[in-house]
């Protein structure tokens, strides 16, 4: 007890003594909680003022159910919802979102749960990952024309999502963007690839060795990841990118055919398929991720080889991640694209040597094992299908044994 009034008495004297410089204080203290306690707010809403002078809001703390977001705050536009803004606001059934939003933030309305009606106007360009996901009573949606990407998981697990219209401005899906939806499962049941604007947005549990079809132009993120049982892949001339995480955690596949026209492959593409030791890689593709090949978690596949062309994107990756880079040579002056016509070559002369023999059909077995691919395998297409694969493979042998020649 005594040292309390010890302790008491000695803050008094402090008190007297430095009383200016206390007042002084405690005025720099009372405008410091004026400024924190003045909160941009309107009593639903929290807002932040963003650097190009107008609104996003940060998080609702309002309890209707039924809620319109307003289109201006103080004067200034809202133009953003931020990250987590309604993120478990479980009661909330109906949002209107206005005109003046062009961006919904990662996790803005995950969890949801009673969300049934959402408008997402025109005005919107971009929709962050998990933005609405896990709402679950929600049933149709439409992207508006400005979104050219859906993000990851964007409307992962809304369960009763049935319906989802996409514009044609979409040219990227991220990886399990509608996972768990009634929309995918209704697609998986009219065909096992799941295609949106020419981009495969699903496919089936794959196994063994596969050639895909020619019906579509890139694959998306994620699209085959965790296919154990997949061993072999031909990718056809049809497509264009492969994206991130496409064929990652691929334990079992052993053998990749890249076609002549892709030109971009996303980061960890092929990484973590511990039994992929060489890839060939066109010299049509321009880009390639991050870890994209060769790796396993952290740890570089020892001895993987990159088979590639001088001077090319196979080249540099193979040098900047140190791995065994082989040749094929020279970039071709001229080279084919896969729907340019071969006017002068010989059909099923593979190797330019003016005969067509035994030596063709090993480099043609070769190029469909994804051991070796052909710098222009346009000319190995016998069937005109835009495909390489077993079928020319033996039209070309009924050629070399003269049972039915090549036209």
């Known amino acids: 007890m005594k040292s309390k009034k010890l302790l008491v008495g000695l803050m008094a004297l402090a008190f007297v003594f430095s009383g200016a410089a206390l007042t002084a204080d405690a005025g720099s203290i009372a405008e410091f909680d004026i400024v924190a306690s003045a909160k941009e707010t309107d ?28 289109s201006t705050f103080n004067g200034k536009k809202v133009t953003s919802i931020g990250n987590s803004a309604f993120e478990w606001r479980d009661k909330l059934i109906s949002i209107t979102i206005p005109d003046s939003v062009t961006n919904i933030g990662e996790r803005a309305f995950a969890g949801c749960l009673s969300l049934a009606s959402v408008n997402i106007p025109d005005s919107v360009t971009s929709i962050g990952e998990w933005a609405f996901s896990n709402c679950q009573n929600l049933t149709d949606i439409t992207i508006p024309d400005g979104v050219t990407r859906i993000n990851d998981y964007a409307f992962e697990l809304c369960c009763n999502l049935t319906n989802i219209t996409i514009p044609d401005s979409v040219t990227s899906v991220g990886y399990c963007a509608f996972h768990g939806t009634k929309w995918l499962e209704n697609k998986r049941k009219e065909d096992h690839l799941v295609i949106v604007n020419g981009i495969l947005v ?16 890139s694959i998306g993120d994620g699209v085959f990841c965790g296919c154990e049982r997949l061993t072999s892949i031909t990718i056809p001339n049809s497509v264009k990118s492969i994206g991130s995480s496409a064929f990652k955690n691929c334990t079992y596949l052993k053998s990749v055919a890249i076609a002549d026209s892709v030109t971009s492959i996303g980061d960890y593409a092929f990484a973590y398929c511990v039994c992929l030791r060489s890839v060939t890689i066109p010299y049509s593709v321009t880009d390639i991720g991050d870890t994209a090949f060769g790796y396993s978690y952290s740890n570089k596949i020892d001895e993987f080889i990159i088979n590639g062309y001088n001077n090319t994107a196979a080249e540099k990756y193979a040098k900047d991640n140190g791995f065994e880079f082989i040749s094929l040579g020279d970039v071709p002056d001229d080279p084919v694209k896969p729907d340019d016509p071969v006017d002068n070559a010989i059909k099923g002369d593979l190797n330019g040597d003016g005969v067509v023999n035994i030596n063709d059909l090993a480099i043609l077995a070769a190029h469909i094992k994804g051991k070796r691919l052909l710098p222009e395998p346009v000319i190995a297409d016998f069937n005109n299908d835009n495909k390489i694969n077993v079928t020319d493979l033996t039209k070309l042998t009924a050629h070399i044994k003269g049972k039915r020649m090549l036209k």
């Open 202 to 217: 699903y496919s089936s549990d794959y196994k063994g060795n596969i050639v895909l079809p020619d019906s579509f132009t």
């Open 43 to 70: 009593g639903n809403f929290n807002y932040t003022l963003l650097d190009d002078g107008t609104y996003e809001i940060n998080k609702y703390i309002g309890v209707d159910t039924v809620k319109t977001i307003p």
